[in-house]
């Protein structure tokens, strides 16, 4: 009999504890949808606070199981995050997700703390962040405004959210300022671990599950570089975008999963398809015929869609979409779960 799993955090709230066992029940049934920024903005819409919408709902008659929030900005005390959305309605959103029995997961992309530009500018900065570091006590004080946040994620009685936490994503790929060629491996997991403890021993933020996901693999080694260890580490998670053919997309989907599943097993973590996508879904049966069966049975227990931005940049369906028809029967699919199938799962 497998062991179960202990929250990294040992002062992890009991909430914690309860979604890293309810990941792997909902794994065994099939997948979590998720869709990154479902409910707070879509094509041709954007939530004032007020709505229970999104284009997955207009199209398929139900939420997500899992929705992504971004809060990049949190870090400068900014009351919008860099996809400017208020986080007064972000928080609420968290709220209402966590109360309908959905999962909700962070991502992450603060500027660059020595360039001042976005996250995306690749000037190096990690070991400036390190403790005793030139940049030391501007980063502290990023976390706590950080904390601030993460702390202020309770429900009506009182008790905190439980979320998953994915930052410094995609670490194996060059276009992040924490990716690869802009420190080393050695760097990122100092920079991680030390982020880890204060967040956890400083600030006593208790609430999260942390979630280590690289990009696409393209050697087998590379998942585990920058690993910052078990004791740092709740769940695995791998970042898998359709920026080439068809074929080649479903074999380092079905190559990549296999590795996330073994590794995953060998730790006893959950695991799931953090990000994927097709930008715009201009392949009419993309879900049903490329998505599902490449990742089918393959032990994820979400897979979760980029956002919708725009006719231009989107990654679920909405209303009068070619692919509403095919992404209505893929929601059919017994194994493919949104939220009022996960909800029963507990």
């Not at 959210?161 to 790929?173: D, K, L, T």
Request: glycine residues 6%; aromatic residues 12%; contains cysteine.
């Amino acid at each position: 009999m497998q062991q179960k799993q202990i929250a990294s955090d040992p002062k992890a709230h009991k909430r914690v504890q309860t979604l890293l066992e309810r990941l792997p029940k909902i794994a065994k049934t099939g997948y979590a949808f998720g869709h990154q920024e479902a409910l707070t903005y879509g094509i041709g819409w954007k939530n004032k606070g007020g709505q229970s919408k999104s284009d997955v709902k207009s199209t398929c008659g139900d939420h997500p199981a899992v929705i992504g929030f971004e809060i990049g900005n949190i870090e400068k005390g900014s009351s919008h995050s860099i996809d400017s959305v208020s986080f007064k309605i972000m928080r609420k959103l968290i709220r209402k997700t966590h109360a309908k029995g959905g999962i909700v997961t962070l991502s992450w992309h603060p500027d660059n703390p020595v360039s001042k530009k976005n996250a995306w500018d690749t000037t190096p900065a990690v070991s400036a962040l390190f403790k005793n570091g030139s940049l030391s006590l501007e980063y502290r004080n990023w976390l706590m405004n950080l904390a601030d946040f993460l702390r202020s994620l309770k429900d009506k009685k009182g008790k905190r959210i439980p979320i998953i936490f994915r930052p410094f994503h995609e670490m194996n790929g060059g276009w992040f300022w924490w990716g690869k060629g802009h420190c080393s491996p050695q760097e990122f997991i100092r920079l991680w671990q030390e982020t880890f403890q204060l967040l956890t021993t400083k600030l006593k933020v208790h609430n999260l599950m942390y979630c280590y996901s690289p990009n696409l693999l393209l050697r087998k080694n590379d998942f585990l570089k920058y690993y910052p260890g078990d004791a740092y580490v709740d769940m695995l998670g791998i970042d898998i975008y359709q920026h080439f053919t068809t074929a080649l997309f479903k074999k380092h989907l079905k190559k990549d999963l296999r590795l996330l599943q073994h590794i995953a097993k060998e730790k006893n973590m959950p695991f799931a398809l953090t990000e994927t996508g097709l930008e715009k879904i201009n392949k009419k049966n993309w879900f049903t015929k490329v998505l599902h069966p490449a990742i089918a049975q393959s032990g994820i227990c979400y897979a979760l869609v980029w956002r919708n931005d725009s006719p231009a940049h989107h990654y679920a369906p909405y209303p009068g979409h070619m692919v509403v028809s095919d992404f209505t029967r893929y929601a059919s699919y017994d194994d493919v779960l949104f939220l009022k199938e996960v909800r029963k799962i507990r």
